[in-house]
């Protein structure tokens, strides 16, 4: 922990020569540390770890954190810098952004002491937890094949992109342990999920200091709700996805200069990336930046933890192929939301599909604009949202209940000290706990023997603990639309609800 402190105070006191500060006056004069006036490093364990918290009571719209040009880590200062890495980049063109920036990454970690980057480097993460790193076991724990296949994909897209760039970091004479895909994992998991938006790369950039603002979904404990172009300051290295504007506010509601300065973007006229406190902050609470609008899949994929109260989050069920033809909603706006409630264009899908053929026509226009077509037809579908959400719930191998005690479990398992303790863990909880502590080789033959899980063994409990995080708030999502559906039909059928309710 001390070794910690003093490589973060390094930091800061590298990061205050870079230029990068969080004082609110323009010039101000060189200081040791470039945090203390706006800002601190602090730690939150029940979000995100390390992180910043207000140094003092924040306003809403304040400037908080300035990162000079000069101190971004982007591939046109790494390629300008470096002629030998500049020529071998220009002859595989063909690679991604994304590709090129992990390439220099890594090439800058080999540099060891002598990059300018060093102290910087130092302190990111060891490990990271996005998909792309779940071995077989984990991949299993999520139980849904969408979420499966969203993982094998993850990885086989990571390993495909490692292989292209093979030739160019042999080119580039990387030491071998710096070739291998477990590097590759590290620098694009890296990449993936702290490098900020920039207009001339589609790759972004990594911004010391800055990239140590922790996650808030969007909308999520803030005075207003932001629009489309806040989340855009933001935006990490996987595509922010565009189509959600619901939250756009109007713009003669809403102060045009305050709009401006919310969160964190590149600003031209300063030549620095500028954060902005999008909230009010009292001193010392921690100061939350939004990424994007990402389902707790794509937050696992893309920066390794998810949301147990995420207003973004998606559960997608399946429509039989005539569903989707019978009306022209895209298939990612049919869904059910968090709160167990179907998206606006799912119920809208599901009224006109449940309509006979022959009417769908003449009811189109209502169906579209939201309304109940009539009590029978939303009886049909409530019934029907209620009964394919229970299919789906019930083919899961493990009911919430279940998951709930696992999660336990593992928590045990991570505090226990000897053998014994294993074996009483895993006469109560068997099954999944068994088979993962084979997985990874742990026994319990010794009685009195001191348990020691390996690195490797903790760090896959902890993506193993993530897999089931995700599927227990998936079923929770699931059993909530079952009790919304089927309180919905009760009310329809004692004819007492008042329609407000329904829609
Ligand atoms: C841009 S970094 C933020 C700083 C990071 N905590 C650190 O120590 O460097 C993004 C990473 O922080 C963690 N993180 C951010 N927000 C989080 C949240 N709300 N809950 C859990 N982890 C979070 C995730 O590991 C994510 O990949």
Redesign the pocket.
């Known amino acids: 922990m001390e070794e910690e402190d003093e490589s973060l105070e390094k930091l800061l006191k590298w990061a205050a020569e870079m230029g990068i500060t969080d004082s609110t006056i323009q010039n101000p004069s060189r200081s040791r540390n470039c945090l203390g006036h706006s800002l601190t490093v602090s730690h939150f364990p029940e979000?995100?770890?390390?992180?910043l918290a207000a140094a003092r009571d924040l306003t809403k719209g304040e400037l908080i954190l300035r990162v000079p040009k000069t101190a971004l880590f982007t591939t046109e200062c790494l390629l300008k810098s470096d002629q030998k890495r500049s020529l071998a980049v220009n002859r595989h063109l063909f690679l991604s952004p994304s590709q090129i920036l992990i390439v220099c990454l890594l090439y800058e970690v080999g540099k060891g002491k002598s990059s300018r980057w060093y102290t910087y480097l130092m302190l990111l993460?060891r490990c990271?937890e996005i998909l792309a790193t779940f071995g077989p076991f984990e991949k299993q724990a999520l139980q849904v094949d969408d979420a499966i296949w969203a993982a094998e994909k993850a990885v086989s897209k990571a390993e495909s992109e490692w292989k292209q760039a093979i030739k160019l970091m042999e080119e580039l004479k990387l030491k071998p342990q710096l070739l291998s895909f477990k590097a590759w994992l590290w620098a694009s998991a890296t990449v993936s999920?702290?490098t900020m938006h920039i207009s001339w790369d589609e790759a972004g950039c990594l911004c010391p200091v800055g990239?140590?603002?922790?996650?808030?979904a969007p909308g999520e404990g803030e005075e207003s709700n932001i629009g489309i172009e806040d989340v855009e300051g933001w935006m990490p290295a996987p595509c922010l996805p565009k189509g959600d504007t619901t939250d756009v506010l109007d713009s003669e509601k809403f102060n045009g200069h305050l709009r401006r300065l919310t969160d964190g973007r590149f600003e031209e006229d300063v030549n620095s990336y500028c954060f902005y406190a999008r909230n009010n902050y009292k001193r010392g609470e921690q100061v939350l930046l939004s990424y994007g609008t990402y389902t707790n899949l794509e937050l696992l994929e893309h920066?390794?933890?998810l949301?147990n109260e995420n207003p973004n989050d998606k559960v997608f069920i399946s429509l039989e192929p005539g569903m989707y033809s019978c009306c022209s909603w895209p298939r990612e706006s049919q869904y059910i939301d968090q709160n167990g409630k179907p998206s606006f264009a799912l119920l809208s899908a599901l009224r006109l599909w449940m309509t006979p053929a022959n009417q769908r026509r003449s009811v189109g226009h209502l169906a579209y604009s939201g309304h109940q077509l009539s009590v029978d037809n939303e009886i049909s579908v409530m019934k029907w949202l209620s009964n394919n959400s229970r299919v789906m719930l019930n083919s899961l191998p493990t009911s919430k209940e279940e998951d709930a005690l696992l999660l336990c479990a593992i928590d045990k398992i991570q505090d226990i000290y000897t053998a014994m303790e294993l074996k009483k863990v895993l006469s109560d909880f068997g099954g999944e706990v068994c088979t993962f502590l084979e997985n990874y080789g742990v026994q319990c033959r010794q009685r009195g023997a001191k348990l020691s899980l390996s690195r490797k063994t903790k760090l896959s409990m902890q993506r193993w603990k993530l897999a089931i995080q995700w599927r227990l708030r998936y079923k929770k999502t699931l059993a909530d639309c079952i009790s919304y559906c089927d309180y919905t039909v009760n009310c329809l059928l004692n004819d007492n609800v008042p329609t407000g309710r329904i829609k």
Do not use: T, V
């Open positions: 979000a995100g770890g390390r992180g993460p990271y999920s702290r990239d140590l603002f922790n996650y808030a920066y390794g933890f949301l």
